[in-house]
C-alpha cells in the first residue's frame, strides 16, 4: 500500500525567507515526495518563479508539481470589507490569506480547484483516485 | 540651473533620437490551447505566410517565436501594427515519458522534455516584455486552473492588457460559460482558430486591447 506524506508549513516558517528561499523550501519538501499544506500563499511572481525553478529542477525522478491555492479573499460572496482586510493586510503587514497545495507530479496527478475548495487526484495510491 | 538646463536637453534629443516603440503582443497560456493555430491564423489572414508547426503532442513550441511588423485593419479603417511573439505552454510538470505515448524514442522524448522546461522559462521570462497579451485557453478543459491563474495575475500586477480568447469553440466539449465565470473581470471572445469562427470579433477586441 501507497502513502502520502503531508507536510503543514506554518505561515510563521515562511517569514523573513526571501522569494527564493521560499521556492526552496516548498520544493525541497516536494522532492521528498510530499504534500506541502502552506498556510497563506505565495505572490503572484513567486508563483511565476515556482514554476521556473521546478521547470529547471525537472529530472527523471522529479517530474514537475501540481500546485492550487484556496483564497478566500477571491469568493465571489466575500463581501467588500473581507476583500479590502484581505488586501490592507496583503499590501500592508505582508500577510496572504488562503492555503497553498503544492504536490509532486509523480504522485499527485491532478488538482481541481475553485476559489473555495480543492479536490486532489493522485497516483499510486490504493487504486490510483 | 545648468544642471537642470542640461537634464532638460537631455530630455529634447532623447524625444527627438528615440525610436518608434514595437508593441510586443503576446500569446500565453498553457500547452495544447491553441497559440500557434491561432499565431498561423493572424499570420496567415495579414502577411499570408504560417508562423510555426501545430500538433496534438504537448509543448510542439519549444522557443518563443516573433513575426515582425504584423499590420491589421479593423473594418473602420484603423490600423495597428505589432511584433506578434507566440510563446512555449506554460506548464508545471514535463514527463517525457508522455512523449513516448506518440511514438517518440527515449532520446527524442527526454530532448523534448528538455527543451520544454527550458521553453517555459523563457515563457515567463519574457511576460516582462509584452505591451499586451491574448491567453489563449481551449475551451473544452478546466479553465480554473493555478497555471492560468497564475499568468493572469503575473500580467495583471505588471498592468499588461490581457485578452482572453476561449479557443477551440468547434469542439462538442467547448464551454465558454465556464471561462467568463473563473476570470470575470475580462471580456472573452470564443473563437476556433482552426476554423475561423469569431475570429473577426477577435480582431475587433484587439482594437480596443491595444
Known sequence: MSKLMIQYVMR?????????????KILDIVKEDKLVLMEGKLKQAEEAELIAFTMQSISKKFKGIEIAVIDPSQTTDSSFLTRLKSKV?????GITSGLTV?????????????????????????RGK | MISLLRAQLRKILGGLFKKKKQVKLGLYGPPNGGKTTLANRICMDWIGEEMG????????????????????????GKEITFNLVDTPGIATKIDYEEFLKYGLKEKEAKERSKEA???????????????????VLDSSVDPYTQVNITIIGNLQARNIP???????????????????????????????????TNIDKMYEALFELL
Open chain 2, 162 to 196: 490581457v485578452l482572453l480568447v476561449a479557443n477551440k469553440v468547434d469542439l462538442k466539449k467547448a464551454n465558454i460559460k465556464r471561462i467568463e465565470a473563473a476570470f470575470p473581470q475580462y471580456e472573452v471572445v470564443g473563437i476556433s482558430a482552426k476554423d475561423g
Open chain 2, 117 to 135: 522546461t527550458k521553453g517555459v522559462i523563457d515563457s515567463i521570462k519574457w511576460l516582462d516584455d509584452m505591451d499586451a497579451v491574448i491567453i
Open chain 1, 89 to 93: 493586510a496583503t499590501s500592508v503587514l
Open chain 1, 102 to 126: 503544492v504536490g509532486p507530479a509523480s504522485i499527485v496527478r491532478e488538482i481541481k480547484q475553485d476559489p473555495q475548495k480543492i479536490q486532489l487526484f493522485t497516483l499510486n495510491i490504493g
Open chain 2, 53 to 76: 508547426s501545430t500538433s496534438n503532442m504537448a509543448h510542439e513550441t519549444r522557443e518563443i517565436q516573433i513575426k515582425e511588423q504584423i499590420t491589421i485593419k479593423s473594418k473602420t
Open chain 1, 12 to 24: 510563521h516558517e515562511m517569514e523573513g525567507l526571501n522569494s527564493e528561499q521560499k521556492i526552496h
